[in-house]
């Protein structure tokens, strides 16, 4: 069982940053590729980065790539997203979800294939 902990959101002025985190309980948080998901008002849950377990794969969805960052500290059992340069369409709640190891094909965009979910953090992206 893994329990994830959001924290890092809040109201931010449109080309802003904001950091993310995720806090894990367990001792084998480093046996879990992570995720960062958002739903904006009114839309589904949408896929937005994931990183492996060792955090040298990364992949992002392209309407973030290049502006935010995915990272991960397994010593702290954290996963971060870094946001830069954020717009109003990035208002969302954000959620980060586990999967127990790294798998081939990746899927990564897909719901289905995490394991565990956390309560979400609020992001709002002011014009």
């Known amino acids: 069982q893994v329990q994830l902990v959001e924290s890092g959101g809040g109201l931010v002025q449109a080309g802003g940053s904001l950091r993310l985190s995720c806090a894990a309980s367990g001792r084998t948080f480093s046996s879990y590729a992570m995720g960062w998901f958002r739903r904006a008002p009114g839309k589904e849950r949408e896929f937005v980065a994931h990183?492996?377990?060792?955090?040298?794969?990364?992949y992002y969805a392209d309407s973030v790539k290049g502006r935010f960052t995915i990272s991960r500290d397994n010593a702290k059992n954290t996963v971060y997203l870094q946001m830069n340069r954020l717009k109003p369409e990035d208002t969302a709640v954000y959620y980060c979800a586990a999967r127990y190891g790294d798998r081939w094909p990746p899927r990564v965009s897909e719901r289905e294939n995490y394991d565990y979910w956390g309560q979400g953090t609020q992001v709002t992206v002011s014009s």
């Open positions: 990183i492996s377990m060792s955090g040298g794969i990364t």
